[in-house]
């Protein structure tokens, strides 16, 4: 029994020598398919692609803004008496000439009855002047009486005269005074709250004003720059062209406006210069008072544009991938700025280059890529 199984081991292992031999070529490398195949190949790595392109861009110089009114009005009483009426709504939006606060006018209108009896009075007087004045101009002329009477009636009614003047003034002095008992708005804007009510007593010496009215439209934005863009600004103010774009952190919404002002002096501190904006603000995006990114656009040039993202850093400085001949090249370049998120090359490229935008990191000096995506440079 023992010889038999052993028989049959044996011719086990003889047969799955057979196999192994006849597929020997199968499993052993001999050499064959290697020289089938050929040499091998580095396979191309997939990249994204831009085209640097050269267009007009704007030299831009970014700051923090300050949204200040052009017009500023507090109101106060130049009169001494009460609030009867309040005509509007608490920071509700004003125009010039609306009415805004009545105050109470009893006492000029009385003073005013009285000055017009005086004047009334005094110019019945000056009438009855005038008659003995060309009486007795009359009888002088036919010797009926002396020269004394004619010059007395001369200086009473030149007296009456300058009577019935000071009772006009007087009478105009208490009309401006009337006046004042209607407050209107004397510009366009928005009124803050009214710090007053009816039946609040109020004078001319009061310090907090019964309410305030800024001009909102248009409306001034005040930013610092650094003095070396004083040249180009000067240029661009002359030319009329050196705008401010003004932003909302985290507001899509923006403002444009030209630059009105620049200030006469530079701050020796921190060389910083101060200049005004004028927006025109419509739809009331920018508030008094608000913080705003700014971008001051001073002129246009003439450069090459890349992404941002093309740009890569190293020790030697920056570089980008450019794509020639199905390879990937590194080309050293200087990046003037940055632009809406692109880079402005000052040197290393000349415009129309296909540059990476994606995939750079598997990339070296020589190494073959295939293009997957294309776009321009901005």
Do not use: C
């Amino acid at each position: 029994m023992r010889k038999r199984n052993l028989f049959i081991a044996l011719g086990l292992v003889a047969v799955a020598g057979t196999v192994a031999f006849s597929t020997r070529s199968s499993w052993m490398d001999t050499g064959g398919a290697a020289k089938a195949q050929g040499p091998g190949r580095v396979r191309a790595i997939s990249i994204q692609a831009a085209i640097a392109e050269r267009k007009q861009v704007p030299v831009e110089v970014d700051a923090i803004g300050t949204v200040t009114p052009i017009a500023s009005v507090a109101l106060k009483s130049r009169i001494e008496t009460t609030i009867t009426e309040v005509h509007f709504q608490d920071g509700a939006r004003v125009k010039a000439g609306d009415i805004l606060f009545t105050l109470d006018a009893r006492q000029i209108d009385a003073q005013i009855a009285q000055a017009e009896g005086t004047l009334a009075r005094d110019r019945s007087q000056l009438a009855g002047a005038e008659r003995d004045f060309r009486r007795y101009s009359d009888l002088i002329a036919k010797g009926a009486t002396t020269q004394v009477n004619v010059d007395n009636a001369q200086t009473q009614m030149d007296i009456l005269r300058g009577t019935v003047r000071a009772d006009e003034s007087v009478l105009e002095n208490l009309k401006v005074q009337k006046s004042y008992a209607t407050i209107r708005a004397p510009i366009s804007g928005r009124i803050s709250a009214a710090n007053v009510k009816v039946g609040n007593f109020v004078r001319p010496a009061d310090v907090a004003p019964l309410a305030t009215i800024n001009q909102i439209a248009p409306i001034y934005v005040a930013l610092t720059v650094p003095q070396r863009v004083l040249p180009d600004l000067h240029e661009s103010l002359k030319a009329g062209t050196a705008i401010a774009i003004a932003s909302l952190p985290g507001d899509k919404a923006t403002e444009t406006g030209k630059v009105a002002m620049i200030e006469n002096t530079v701050d020796i501190n921190t060389g910083m210069v101060t200049l005004r904006a004028v927006m025109d603000n419509d739809k009331e995006t920018l508030w008094p008072g608000t913080l705003v990114s700014t971008k001051l656009v001073v002129r246009n040039e003439e450069a090459v544009v890349v992404p941002s993202v093309a740009v890569q850093r190293s020790q030697a400085g920056n570089f980008v991938f450019l794509v020639k001949d199905g390879k990937a090249q590194v080309q050293p370049v200087t990046v003037a700025r940055t632009f809406q998120g692109s880079s402005v090359i000052s040197s290393g490229l000349s415009g129309g280059e296909n540059v990476v935008t994606d995939g750079q990191m598997l990339l070296s000096n020589g190494t073959p890529v295939d293009i997957r995506d294309r776009k321009t440079g901005a």
